[in-house]
């Protein structure tokens, strides 16, 4: 599987490299924490304000394709190659324009 042929998000795209902990507190104030996982999962948050129609078609057969499943996306900014899936269960939209929408979509590595 691979992310399909589409406009790169646009410069809001953000992301998150997400290793949680387990915390105890303690009566005196103190607080022990230890790694929950051995290894980070990196998650970005992809948003297009301005996408088109057909290439929110195309994401979203995508989307309803992949769902489950790891696939190949290439992060735009550093040209990294990642094998990740979908970090939430939908893909978020509303129109912006004629003819366009706003769209947002999560992606973790596995």
Known sequence: MA??????PTYT????TYLPQIRTEFEGGYVQSRPRCTRATRRWS???ANMTEAD?????SAFIADMGTTFSWTEPRTSTA???RYCEDSLKWSH???GHR??????ETI
């Open 3 to 8: 992310w399909p042929s589409i406009a790169q």
């Open 96 to 98: 912006s324009n004629l």
């Open 46 to 48: 992809l948003v297009w």
């Open 13 to 16: 795209t953000g992301g998150e």
């Open 102 to 107: 706003a769209v947002t979509v999560g992606l």
């Open 82 to 84: 990642y094998t990740v």
């Open 56 to 60: 929110y078609q195309s994401l979203e």
